[in-house]
């Protein structure tokens, strides 16, 4: 099992940057594939990005490709996204999430079985 804290969220404008990080416990951070997901209001969890464990191939939901970055740190035993352009809809909380150990990056929420408790993103218009 790992623990995942979530930071960086806020109220922000339409526009501007904003970088999430994801803090991990234990010592399999660097062996697992990680995932960001956000819940808006009224809707399902939905992916966002993932980063591989190994050579940390990335992949983008359509709706972020070009202005979000994920990243991680395995020294820091950190994940990270960093947001540009952020827009109305990007609006939810963003929660953090660990694959199992050695396994595939994906855009399934159910290949994730650690999940931080989430930090909420708001853009304004």
């Known amino acids: 099992q790992v623990q995942l804290v979530e930071s960086g969220g806020g109220l922000v404008q339409a526009g501007v940057s904003l970088r999430l990080s994801c803090a991990a416990s234990?010592?399999?951070?660097?062996?697992?594939?990680m995932g960001w997901f956000r819940q808006a209001p009224g809707k399902e969890r939905e992916f966002v990005a993932a980063?591989?464990?190994?050579?940390?191939?990335?992949y983008y939901a359509d709706s972020v490709k070009g202005r979000f970055t994920i990243s991680r740190d395995n020294a820091k035993n950190t994940l990270y996204l960093q947001m540009n352009s952020l827009k109305p809809e990007d609006a939810a909380v963003y929660y953090c999430?660990?694959?199992?150990?050695?396994?595939?990056?994906?855009?399934?929420?159910?290949?994730?079985?650690?999940w931080g408790q989430g930090t909420q993103v708001t853009v304004s218009s």
């Open positions: 234990g010592r399999t951070f660097s062996s697992r594939p």
């Open positions: 999430a660990a694959g199992r150990v050695l396994r595939l990056a994906t855009m399934d929420s159910e290949d994730y079985d650690n």
């Open positions: 980063i591989s464990w190994g050579d940390s191939s990335t």
